[in-house]
């Protein structure tokens, strides 16, 4: 075996859970932007995003034995602590560790102002960030070496009015990441950057990037300038691929999703890295209606996948 092979690491990625709520919601919880979330839970998400797609998908992830599992946000919907009790317990049955898998925001996370300022994020999930964790000023981006690979999981999630899923990167949090990369003692090693909104404008049309999209993305690709690394994001709920100067951008769809649409349908991608890079990229979909020997469908990843 080459040295080349042996160096190789695989990751494999998923993200956005957004699991209907099995339980009834206090209406006092339910006040401000989150009567907004249930309602769309209630008559339209949660028709389609299933705990048993989830699970089956978290089957075929913990049978991949990656060397790191990334989960790129958007755990819960509404923020709501009973949620992360929930969620965290499944990630667990399935098998699982927080020593192999890394954890960051969604906007869904950071649901409510409340929610944002009391870091429920952090609190929910604190079995599954490096112990004593703390946001506070300085917490993102998580760190983590590996192999042939580091990677910085960064935090672009923060409160936002009820009509926006945007988030926010600011230059504190920017100048940090550019520093992880430029570490001496990192050298040699391929950058990963796990986020979960997407470094790209969503579309030409700007109402739909101002409640979708990513601000600071201008700030974030001119500080990484020329960089090498491989970007992986969720919050579109789409496979997606696109080359953005020299950053492989790789959207992976919504983990719980039962649909048809190929686009769409829950799925995990799998990245092979070397030092040099990535190696290899999979999508294994999920058709969580097919017998359990034939439900997940392994295909090589496209370089572009046009997911507008
Ligand atoms: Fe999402
Ligand atoms: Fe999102």
């Not at 974030?220 to 090498?228: F, M, N, P, Q, R």
């Not at 799998?270 to 097919?290: C, D, I, K």
Request: charged share 20%; glycine share 8%; proline share 6%.
């Amino acid at each position: 075996m080459n040295s080349d092979a042996e160096n190789q690491i695989r990751i494999v990625h998923f993200s956005d859970l957004h699991l209907p709520l099995n339980r009834l919601v206090p209406p006092w919880r339910l006040l401000g932007k989150r009567v907004l979330g249930w309602a769309n839970l209630t008559f339209n998400r949660g028709k389609t995003h299933q705990l048993r797609v989830l699970t089956q998908l978290l089957g075929g992830i913990v049978d991949e034995k990656a060397d790191l599992v990334l989960l790129t946000g958007d755990i819960t919907s509404l923020a709501l602590q009973f949620e992360y009790d929930e969620l965290s317990g499944i990630l667990n049955e399935s098998g699982l560790e927080p020593e192999t898998t890394l954890v960051i925001p969604g906007n869904h996370d950071r649901y409510t102002l409340g929610a944002d300022l009391t870091n429920s994020f952090e609190r929910g999930m604190s079995d599954w960030l490096p112990a004593g964790f703390s946001r506070g000023d300085n917490g993102y981006p998580l760190k983590r070496e590996l192999g042939p690979v580091v990677v910085a999981g960064l935090s672009t999630s923060i409160w936002r009015n009820p009509a926006r899923a945007a988030g926010y990167i600011d230059d504190p949090q920017i100048h940090r990441l550019i520093e992880i990369f430029k570490d001496d003692s990192l050298a040699g090693r391929w950058p990963v950057i796990a986020m979960h909104h997407p470094p790209f404008k969503r579309s030409a049309a700007l109402l739909h990037d101002y409640r979708t999209g990513l601000d600071g993305t201008d700030n974030l690709l001119e500080a990484l300038g020329d960089t090498k690394a491989t970007v992986c994001h969720g919050h579109m709920h789409l496979a997606s691929r696109r080359q953005i100067g020299n950053l492989d951008v790789i959207g992976v769809p919504s983990a719980s999703n039962n649909t048809a649409n190929p686009q769409t349908q829950a799925a995990y991608n799998v990245l092979t890295f070397s030092n040099r890079g990535l190696v290899r990229a999979q999508t294994v979909r999920l058709h969580p209606n097919r017998e359990p020997e034939h439900c997940f469908e392994r295909i090589e990843m496209p370089k572009e996948i046009n997911a507008d």
